[in-house]
């Protein structure tokens, strides 16, 4: 089976900005969750999407948002880029919802200049 | 809120020494904790989780509600373990601690 995509792995944008990141689950798994990962804050909830519904959301500013499509894939998208956005975000699916047993994609590395 | 603590940035041995890599949590309720491990060059995977009391590369880790801790223990060390561990807790979102990078020395 392969694993947890996403898309694009690097990435480079200016302050002000808007980015589209593309997390593709394991097949199967109808559960995605999108952490930020950064040397100052480690990992940190963003949200998680089941069967196309955001079922929760951490403690982020709406400038993040997601989505889920029907075939379970999902997208982040940070509009008004700031510095501190610089990060690494990972996407992880599962099996249900609701589980801490996660299966993590290599993550898209976002610089924000 | 829920918060999760691993005091060590960073635990240094010798290959064959015990490691104990110290996870210490805060929940008000039935907590659900994981072990996630990152190797060099892999992505975060999940090593253990405290439901299944499982051993996993020799790694064990046992739930301590009393101490609210999760530590991940090992009684002999590998060169391969070398990586950085993150303790976890949650269901509906994970809270991570900072992580602990682990140094087996040969």
């Known amino acids: 089976k392969a694993g947890v995509t996403q898309t694009p792995r690097y990435l480079i944008k200016t302050r002000g900005q808007q980015v589209t990141l593309s997390c593709s689950p394991i097949s199967g798994h109808r559960s995605v969750s999108w952490y930020q990962q950064t040397p100052g804050q480690g990992l940190q909830f963003l949200f998680e999407y089941f069967s196309e519904t955001q079922r929760n959301k951490g403690n982020f500013p709406g400038r993040f948002s997601g989505r889920q499509f029907s075939n379970s894939r999902s997208e982040m998208n940070v509009s008004t880029l700031e510095l501190g956005d610089s990060a690494l975000y990972l996407c992880a699916s599962s099996l249900a919802e609701h589980t801490g047993e996660l299966f993590f994609g290599e993550g898209s590395r976002l610089t924000v200049l | 809120a829920q918060r999760v603590t691993q005091p060590e940035k960073l635990l240094s041995v010798f290959k064959g020494a015990p490691v104990e890599l110290k996870c210490n949590y805060s929940y008000s309720g039935s907590p659900e904790l994981f072990w996630y491990v990152q190797y060099s060059r892999q992505r975060l995977q999940l090593l253990l989780r405290h439901i299944s009391r499982e051993s996993i590369k020799g790694f064990t880790a046992d739930l301590n509600k009393g101490e609210t801790s999760f530590h991940l223990k090992k009684p002999f060390a590998q060169e391969e373990d070398s990586a950085m561990y993150y303790c976890?807790?949650?269901?509906?979102?994970?809270?991570f601690g900072s992580g602990t990078r682990l140094q087996v020395q040969p």
């Open positions: 976890a807790l949650g269901r509906r979102a994970l809270t």
